[in-house]
């Protein structure tokens, strides 16, 4: 979506919000611990979306903290990945190289053995 449909879907509830408010301005009793206490039908309002809005807000950091987290994450498995590949590529080359060792060993005592029968 558009970043300004974004902005005027964020902004509805917003001006709802406002509007109830403003309209709804009468005392109403609200009991909770203790006598009752009249209050603003609005401030209640008002603080119920504040209250919504503070905690979408400590989700949405919550879950943006945890993405830049598992990036990281990746970030150092793949250089961890790159590590081992070179590792094995290196043992691979150690492994060669002994196997070179021994086909020659292996046709330096062939030779010998050839020379000598031959000698013989």
């Known amino acids: 979506m558009s970043r300004n449909v974004l902005f005027i879907v964020a902004f509805l509830p917003a001006l709802l919000v406002a509007y109830v408010v403003c309209i709804n301005w009468s005392p109403v009793p609200l009991a909770g611990f203790g006598a009752p206490v009249n209050v603003q039908e609005g401030i209640i309002v008002l603080t119920s979306y504040l209250a919504g809005l ?10 943006m903290r945890r993405q830049v ?9 793949e250089r961890e990945d790159q590590k081992l590949a070179v590792e094995v590529a290196s043992d691979e080359v150690k492994l060669l190289k002994q ?22």
């Open 99 to 120: 196997k070179i060792a021994t086909l020659d060993a292996a046709l330096a005592s062939a030779l010998k053995k050839l020379k000598e029968r031959k000698g013989s």
């Open 69 to 77: 987290r598992g990036g990281e994450k990746l970030v150092k498995w």
């Open 54 to 63: 503070v905690s979408i807000g400590s989700l949405w950091n919550a879950q």
